[in-house]
């Protein structure tokens, strides 16, 4: 059984900041892939930034220079850091994580989301 464990939302004045986390717990023997998504009320999942198992990031064009991406594999956790936060970026904030399980088994796991709220 694998869990990925978030925290760190809350609501923010436009222009403030939030580091969110996610923690990846339970029977685990690889983590490859692990992303932050978000859905806004009425609009579908994007995705907001990944990392890869090699260490290569990638963003959505709309946070490119306020958001960072960050691991630390030894503790199977994956950081957001947002800066210069906009009311646009109001919504419930998913992590996912490509696990390999002790069993063998690999497959998505997602969080339960944490809700960011940009707003004054």
């Known amino acids: 059984q694998v869990q990925l464990v978030e925290s760190g939302g809350g609501l923010v004045q436009p222009g403030g900041s939030l580091r969110l986390s996610c923690t990846a717990r339970g029977s685990i023997s690889s983590i490859y892939a692990m992303d932050w998504y978000r859905q806004a009320p009425g609009k579908q999942r994007e995705l907001v930034a990944g990392?890869?198992?090699?260490?290569?990031?990638s963003y959505a064009d709309s946070v490119k220079g306020r958001f960072t991406i960050s691991r630390d594999n030894a503790k199977n956790t994956v950081y957001l850091q947002m800066n210069s936060l906009k009311p646009e970026d109001t919504a419930v904030y998913y992590c996912?994580?490509?696990?390999?399980?002790?069993?063998?088994?690999?497959?998505?796991?997602w969080g339960q989301g944490t809700q960011v709220t940009v707003s004054s």
């Open positions: 996912n994580a490509d696990v390999r399980s002790q069993y063998g088994l690999r497959r998505d796991y």
């Open positions: 990392f890869t198992s090699s260490g290569t990031t």
